[in-house]
């Protein structure tokens, strides 16, 4: 079944390459959508896809890269839009 999630991560995420991380790990996924730094500090990621791919990217995300400390991953499901083509890195 096809889902949708948005997800807000905190913790040392930014200047770690940690977009790239989630990148990397929902294209693998066969995912789409996007990820973003936001000017909080926190790092946005907006996925479509398999739920089941979904969460074992949340699962991955929650992991993080050697140099990223995660403290929170906020989660929030919305119904599939069918809105991306791909999954690409925003600045």
């Given at each position: ?20 991380y989630?990148?990397?790990n ?15 500090g ?7 896809g398999?739920?089941t791919?979904?969460?074992?990217l ?6 993080g ?9 906020n ?10 083509e ?6």
């Open positions: 079944m096809n889902s949708r999630a948005i997800i807000i991560v905190s913790g040392v995420v930014q200047g770690v390459g940690f977009r790239y989630i990148y990397r929902a294209i693998a996924l066969n995912l789409k959508g996007f990820t973003e730094n936001l000017y909080s926190q790092v946005l990621t907006v996925v479509e398999e739920d791919f979904i969460k074992e949340i699962n991955k995300i929650k992991i890269t050697p140099h990223a400390s995660v403290r929170d991953c989660v929030s499901w919305e119904v599939y839009k069918n809105e991306f791909s999954f690409e890195v925003k600045s």
